[in-house]
């Protein structure tokens, strides 16, 4: 097969891999033949059947336990394997799980001896160079836009090292299976990015077969964060708080923010959908160029004056300069509002518009968006604070993905 890279590029991404590959980042995955067949496990794998992929797939014992945990595989055992070095269907995090660096980086070395001795790469040679070229640019934008991946990054929350993964895509066609939700048995769900510890961020474009409803989960829940707002439970009591929107269409587009990604309809036969998404995979905190927070918070009383008997929720506070955007995901136990405001305003500015102030002196221009219901997505906000907001005082309880940029 024609080589596609040249000798200089993959001898810059060899480099760059070699200091830049993290041993951290995802379960590994090798897509298998049926077991039947001579299926082969490497060592220390075992062997699952994948729900939704409807495919037998090797795995490490962590990633096999998640996915039983999640409902979307079942292990079936750990078949006689021979050692065997493979590159096919490995992703770009398979480069720092898959097998000792030394293994990973003698592979990728003959690789580049036979390009630069001018022969014909395999196809699944070539897979493996374009996977590291692909590693490397994900980690040259992660540092672009997030700032130097070597420093420790002050969080929202609890305090944690810069542990993301930046410029991943995945594209495919998958079939639904039953939804393991809790009373939720007679839906049918389609998992294309499965529960986090951290925080997708992206754009899902998918075709269906039928009519399908995003949906992207918030959590897991705490103790006593279960408050009324949709939820979606597994078997083992792991809650987590459910966004749900529903265009009512077969293909389309989606920005979203939260632990997980899916398509899902409320009715029990089985559907098709192709889909493409682009994502980052982040730890939740205040980067150099955005804020990623994820959480459950109380209501309290709106502190702007005339405001007093409404409810308000602060996820960026007023500054002067403004954020510039982003995405943010709720799950709410009411009917929300959406918050954003601007200025503060300059003498002679205010004239006529919605107007918030808290002290009488420092006065912002009030963009509330009505109707958007308990739950959804917010893609278009930006200004100098974003809240949610209700007109009554007795407060609610909402659930948030944030992925903001400064």
């Not at 070095?85 to 001896?113: C, G, N, Y």
């Not at 205010?350 to 308990?374: F, H, P, R, S």
Request: hydrophobic letters at 35%; proline letters at 5%; charged letters at 20%.
């Amino acid at each position: 097969m024609t080589k596609t890279l040249t000798t200089f590029g993959l001898l810059l991404v060899l480099s760059l891999f070699t200091v830049g590959v993290s041993t951290g980042l995802l379960q590994q995955a090798e897509a298998q033949r049926d077991p039947d067949s001579e299926t082969q496990c490497r060592s220390g794998q075992v062997l699952v059947y994948h729900f939704n992929f409807r495919k037998y797939i090797c795995t490490s014992q962590g990633g096999a336990n998640q996915w039983v945990q999640h409902g979307i595989a079942e292990i079936v055992g750990s078949p006689e394997f021979e050692e065997e070095p493979s590159t096919e269907r490995l992703d770009k995090a398979d480069f720092a799980k898959s097998s000792p660096e030394t293994t990973r980086m003698a592979e990728i070395e003959r690789i580049l001896e036979k390009i630069q001795a001018g022969e014909d790469i395999s196809k699944s040679e070539e897979r493996m160079a374009k996977r590291v070229q692909e590693f490397v640019s994900a980690e040259i934008t992660a540092k672009q836009f997030y700032g130097d991946s070597s420093k420790d990054i002050p969080v929202v929350s609890e305090p944690t090292a810069y542990a993301a993964r930046h410029g991943l895509t995945s594209s495919g066609t998958i079939t639904s299976q039953d939804d393991p939700g809790m009373g939720h048995g007679d839906h049918e769900i389609a998992v294309i990015l499965p529960p986090s510890d951290k925080m997708y961020i992206g754009k899902i474009t998918f075709s269906a077969s039928e009519p399908v409803q995003y949906v992207t989960i918030i959590g897991p829940l705490g103790p006593g964060e279960d408050q009324g707002q949709p939820i979606w439970e597994l078997a083992d009591g792991t809650k987590y708080s459910l966004v749900i929107v529903d265009n009512g269409l077969k293909s389309g587009g989606w920005y979203f923010a939260g632990n997980a990604l899916a398509l899902h309809t409320m009715n029990a036969e089985p559907f098709t959908a192709t889909y493409s998404v682009a994502y980052s995979e982040l730890e939740p905190g205040v980067y150099d160029k955005g804020t990623v927070d994820i959480g459950t918070v109380q209501s309290m009383q709106d502190p702007g004056m005339g405001h007093e008997s409404h409810s308000i929720a602060i996820l960026l506070p007023p500054r002067d300069i403004p954020y510039q955007g982003g995405v943010v995901s709720y799950s709410a136990t009411e009917n929300l509002q959406l918050v954003a405001l601007h200025g503060p305003l300059g003498p002679g500015e205010d004239k006529g518009q919605a107007t918030w102030t808290a002290d009488g002196e420092n006065v912002y221009a009030l963009t509330l968006i009505e109707d958007v219901g308990n739950m959804g997505v917010w893609t278009t906000f930006s200004g100098n604070a974003l809240a949610f907001h209700t007109m009554n005082p007795d407060g609610f309880t909402v659930s948030y993905a944030l992925g903001g940029l400064h």
